[in-house]
């Protein structure tokens, strides 16, 4: 697959892919007043909120193991041809770290969960194994761990969308387009 010359039309993303990637954004986003919420309310009035951020975040780490393996045997559209290799680095670097800190963080987040110990569960529906013993002291140093993943995710989806948003109003190429469709 060759890349596109500038002023023709991108070749899109499929639609499998379209789909994973809003699916992650719709679940990464409201994950972060969740957490401050969490972190500056009672323990006893954020019950409902711990339990829906873990949640979101067991889904989201299924999500983002099923949009890996997709990612892996479905390689992404080109890029444009006349796009200089210092994006290219950076759009390829933003990406995979973005998989690897997104996972990373639900990793962490459920060992922490785990090493409190507290239990995770699914909705209210189904209470997920712990996954890690008892260690108060790790569990508190893990949840610092947490906040610092969420702030570079959020540091590195401020990126993303402001490379997508370059794109589309400055070159005015189709990378924004590749991904919400025309």
Avoid: K
């Amino acid at each position: 697959m060759t890349a596109y010359a500038a002023g023709t039309p991108a070749v899109q993303y499929t639609a499998t892919a379209r789909t994973l990637h809003w699916l992650t954004a719709a679940l990464v986003l409201p994950m972060v007043p969740i957490g401050l919420l969490i972190a500056n309310v009672e323990l006893g009035r954020a019950a409902f909120l711990y339990d829906l951020h873990r949640s979101i975040g067991v889904l989201l780490l299924l999500l983002l193991l099923l949009r890996l393996w997709y990612r892996v045997t479905h390689p992404p559209p080109p890029l444009p041809s006349d796009l200089p290799q210092i994006q290219r680095l950076a759009a390829h670097a933003t990406h995979w770290s973005l998989y690897l800190l997104l996972i990373l963080q639900c990793l962490v987040g459920w060992i922490a969960t785990s090493a409190y110990p507290a239990r995770v569960n699914l909705f209210w529906l189904i209470e997920l194994p712990l996954i890690w013993w008892e260690d108060r002291a790790l569990s508190e140093r893990l949840f610092v761990v947490h906040l610092w993943l969420g702030l570079m995710i959020a540091a590195l989806i401020c990126a993303h969308v402001g490379a997508a948003l370059f794109h589309h109003f400055v070159r005015r190429d189709d990378i924004l387009l590749r991904m919400v469709g025309r």
